[in-house]
């Protein structure tokens, strides 16, 4: 497959709108931009496959994305034989109380088209090692 720049972006412009959905926490926009078969795998819990289920997750856990600011960049997008995968950087930054950053990882999406229009098929979040290591420092004090 060859990616035109239309393509590269219309697939720049999923991950914003992506983020963006998040920090107003419509579920409705951020899901939009999934195939009904899609997985997410949030690298804290058990991937969940399909829309319902992709949902229920996110609903469940809105209070982690609630009052923050989900930021993408360094972009790029490889093509594949069938699909397009979009890597790009997550910083999460408080922005209800004092700024500060949350949470930084990588995000790898697995795009493909579905009646004409990119579609997530795969979202994989690797969050950083060292947030790990914050997460269990807020515990522990």
Partial sequence: ??????????????????DHAVDAGDWNAYLAHYADDATLDPGFAPPVSGRDAIRAFLVATEGN???KRHVASNVFVDETTTNAVATSYLVV???EDIPKIIATAVIVDTFARRDGQWKIVHHKVAIDPGMFKAFAQQQSG
């Avoid at 497959?1 to 992506?18: G, K, Q, S, Y």
């Fill in 93 to 95: 930054i408080e922005r």
């Fill in 1 to 18: 497959m060859t990616l035109d720049l239309a393509d590269r972006l219309a697939i720049h412009e999923t991950l914003a709108r992506l």
């Fill in 65 to 67: 994305t609630r009052g």
